[in-house]
């Protein structure tokens, strides 16, 4: 065999081995390619799945949102309202008594004013009672002093407001005065008109404290 013939022999052989060899990696990275595919497809659709089954609880108990009970709200404002109906009733309460003892003051200061305006003319009348008339004073003395006390007293009274109502020869008014008897009369200009006056009455800034007692004239 020349030379020639042995290196066609040679190229053809080499040839024939390389073949092979580049059949087989071809055929292997195709096949690794493949695999990949085939693996990532499965992962995908596995990931799909799960997400698919666990989707809405996961993404739930994921964000931590927790929907409140109505029943626990209506309960919550039910407690609230009674806590302030209670701190509301106590305030009140102090309130009351707080203004009630106010009043009662006031009540008493007047009370303690008015009788701080009588104690001078009450001094005046035991000193006129403690006289003598035998042997240190007159009877016109006497009578002189009382009249001193009454005017003294009721200026007092006149000070604190109080005002007297002796209404004789005045037309008959049921407000301020309290007819004991009627009499007759044949002048119809005295009729409901008042005849005599037993006993004065007082008011005491537009209060009633005690009607006059009358008598009333009555046409025949």
């Known amino acids: ?8 022999l040679e190229e053809e052989v080499r040839k024939a081995e390389a ?11 195709e096949g690794v390619e493949e695999d990949a595919a085939a693996s990532s497809g499965d992962r995908a659709s596995a990931a799909g799945e799960s997400g698919a089954e666990d989707g809405p609880g996961d993404t739930a108990a994921g964000d931590g949102v927790h929907e409140p009970d109505p029943v626990e709200l209506l309960e919550e404002e039910r407690d609230h309202l009674k806590d302030q109906h209670l701190r509301l009733a106590a305030d009140f309460g102090n309130y009351r008594r707080r203004t009630e003892d106010r009043l009662r003051q006031r009540w008493n200061r007047a009370q303690a004013d008015l009788v701080g305006r009588l104690l001078d003319p009450l001094d005046d009348l035991r000193r006129v009672t403690a006289l003598e008339p035998e ?14 006390v009454e005017r003294k007293f009721f200026r007092a009274l006149e000070e604190a407001g109080v005002e007297v109502v002796d209404p004789e020869g005045e037309r008959f008014d049921p407000n301020t005065m309290e007819a004991m008897m009627r009499m007759a009369t044949d002048k119809e200009a005295d009729d409901d008109t008042v005849a ?22 009555k046409a025949e």
């Open 196 to 217: 005599q006056v037993f006993q004065r009455g007082y008011t005491m800034k537009g209060i009633l404290i005690r009607p006059a007692r009358v008598s009333v004239f």
């Open 19 to 29: 073949e092979p060899e580049a059949g087989i990696g071809d055929d292997g990275a």
């Open 135 to 148: 042997s240190t004073a007159s009877v016109d003395a006497i009578v002189e002093g009382v009249d001193l």
């Open 1 to 8: 065999m020349n030379a020639p013939e042995n290196e066609v």
